[in-house]
């Protein structure tokens, strides 16, 4: 891995050691991640339904041929950063940022030209400072929740509950020990006080991976209502790929960018406002695990 480029910028490298505090957190620069383990996956979605969930008038779903969409998974287990042990739940739809639609696939190759990307649409964090510095600084849709992140030799998984409710369960089949090694960069839209935030993130490891027919995974959706626009998205059962990086690095950039959301007539959604973070303390405590009673992905 040492021979590829690293995807992390420059300004991110030279800053390292240097001390930063917002909004009371502190944090070591740059903005990162020990080995944490990671799930990916990836399945087709109505493209249509996909537009319907996207605020403002520059979010696109992105298309692959046939009108489909796709439903974006990905959970980290971190296991040690500035603010603590926390586990990420995003579900995401992969998205291109302009005054257009992108051509269908194109996206995946000209990624900075068509701003390629993913708009999540829920993330569920374990701890009260993961909300209050991923919403309260980079505009994420965080929120407190009860996740966990199971590994088995077969299977890994999580699941994500709030106030015994199932929100999302996620299960891949273990892809082939194809050990990948990676060095990319990838962007998060979210909608935070009526304003459209970009932010890019970093990471590297060695990746499990399987594509196509050979990737296997379940997704079952509750009925929380946060997840309730993308349980309506025709999920198909078949994931474009499946990944597993068990020692991922990864770097959150501290520079981020944020747009007016607009639209015709009313105001388009916006996410939660100010007072949603105003009184958030600094806590690092987990709410208790998901029962996973009863519960199976199918």
Known sequence: MNLLP???????????????????????????????PVLMTAFPIDAGAAAALLPGKELHPFRLPGGKSLLVVTVINYLATDIGA????????AVTHGARPAPPLLPLMLQR??????????LPVSTEISVKGGKGIWGMPKHQASLDFLVTEKTVSSAYELDGELGCLIEIDRPPATSLPLKVGAV???????????????????????????AS??????????????????????????????????VLDDHFEAWFQYGDGQAPPGGDGLDSVATLGLGEDWPPPPTRSGVRAP
């Open 6 to 36: 690293s995807a992390i910028p420059a300004r991110q490298r030279r800053m390292a050691g240097t001390i930063a505090t917002v909004d009371g957190i502190g944090y070591v620069m740059p903005v990162n991640s020990e080995p944490s």
């Open 217 to 250: 995974a379940r997704v079952r959706f509750g009925p929380l209502p946060q997840v309730a626009g993308l349980a309506a998205l025709e999920v198909g059962p078949q994931p474009l790929f499946t990944m597993y990086i068990p020692d991922s690095h990864g």
């Open 188 to 214: 998060n839209y979210c909608s935070f006080r009526g304003l459209l935030y970009k932010s890019s993130i970093y990471f590297a490891g060695t990746a499990d991976v399987a594509f196509g027919k050979a």
């Open 86 to 93: 926390y586990i990420e739940y995003s579900l995401a739809i």
């Open 113 to 122: 030209t068509l701003n390629f990307g993913q708009y999540v649409v829920d």
